[in-house]
T-cell receptor, first 111, second 119 residues
Framework: DAKTTQPNSMESNEEEPVHLPCNHS???????IHWYRQLPSQGPEYVIH???SNVNNRMASLAIAEDRKSSTLILHRATLRDAAVYYC????????????FGAGTILRVKS | EAGVTQFPSHSVIEKGQTVTLRCDPI?????LYWYRRVMGKEIKFLLH????????ESGMPNNRFLAERTGGTYSTLKVQPAELEDSGVYFC?????????????????FGPGTRLTVL
C-alpha cells in the first residue's frame, strides 16, 4: 500500500479555516485519496475522498495537487467538535478494501 | 439507520483466558472489517468478510485469533488464549456492497470499538 506523510499535530483557532496537508509521492494511478477522522473515544469516520479533481462536501473540501503527489483537507471553519486525529489514506480502487492507517495528524482547536 | 454496534464496550480478562467480541454491522452491509489499535501503535487491519466469506485475512496476527460471520450478519472475534500484547481497542466497520456503493468511496462505517485489557 502506498504511504502517506502527515504532520504529527496542528493547532487552530475556533471559527478559522484549517488546512491539513498530506504527501503521497508514490501514489499510483488507481489510488483514491481518502480522509477519515477519529474523534475522542469513537471509531474513525469518513470525511471525504477524491481522485484528481478538488471535492467539496458538507464536512470539508479536498484540494488535490495537479501531480497528485499531495493533497490538503480543508475545514472551512473549525469548531471544537473538529478536534480529532485526521488520517489521509490511499485506497486502490481495484484492489482496495481495507484501510491502511498511518499515524495521522492530531488537530487541536482552541476557543 | 442504526450504526455499527460492538459488544462489549470494555473487557478485562486474565492472560490465558478466552474473550469473544461481537460486531453487528449496519443492516444490508455485506462487507465487514475488523481492525485493532494496540498500545502506542497505529490502527491495523485484521480481516475482511464479504457476507459470510473471508475475503482477506492477511492482518490476523496468529492462530489465537478466530473470526466468524455465520449467516453473513453479525461477526465474532475470539481470542484464545489471550496474551498481554492483545490489549488494545478492537474496531469493527461495515460497508455497502460495491455495486451499491455508488463508486469507489465504499465508505466504511466504524463502530465505537471494544477496549480489551489483558492482565
Amino acid at each position: 500500500d502506498a504511504k502517506t506523510t502527515q504532520p504529527n499535530s496542528m493547532e487552530s483557532n475556533e471559527e478559522e479555516p484549517v488546512h491539513l496537508p498530506c504527501n503521497h509521492s508514490t501514489i499510483s494511478g488507481t489510488d483514491y485519496i481518502h480522509w477519515y477522522r477519529q474523534l475522542p473515544s469513537q471509531g474513525p469516520e469518513y470525511v471525504i475522498h477524491g481522485l484528481t479533481s478538488n471535492v467539496n462536501n458538507r464536512m470539508a473540501s479536498l484540494a488535490i495537487a495537479e501531480d497528485r503527489k499531495s493533497s490538503t483537507l480543508i475545514l472551512h471553519r473549525a469548531t471544537l467538535r473538529d478536534a480529532a486525529v485526521y488520517y489521509c489514506i490511499l485506497r486502490d480502487v481495484v484492489l482496495g478494501n481495507k484501510l491502511v492507517f498511518g499515524a495521522g495528524t492530531i488537530l487541536r482547536v482552541k476557543s | 439507520e442504526a450504526g455499527v454496534t460492538q459488544f462489549p464496550s470494555h473487557s478485562v480478562i486474565e492472560k490465558g483466558q478466552t474473550v469473544t467480541l461481537r460486531c453487528d454491522p449496519i443492516s444490508g452491509h455485506d462487507n465487514l472489517y475488523w481492525y485493532r489499535r494496540v498500545m502506542g501503535k497505529e490502527i491495523k487491519f485484521l480481516l475482511h468478510f464479504v457476507k459470510e466469506s473471508k475475503q482477506d485475512e492477511s492482518g490476523m496476527p496468529n492462530n489465537r485469533f478466530l473470526a466468524e460471520r455465520t449467516g453473513g450478519t453479525y461477526s465474532t472475534l475470539k481470542v484464545q488464549p489471550a496474551e498481554l500484547e492483545d490489549s488494545g481497542v478492537y474496531f469493527c466497520a461495515s460497508s455497502r456492497p460495491l455495486r451499491l456503493a455508488g463508486g469507489p468511496a465504499n465508505e466504511q462505517f466504524f463502530g465505537p470499538g471494544t477496549r480489551l485489557t489483558v492482565l
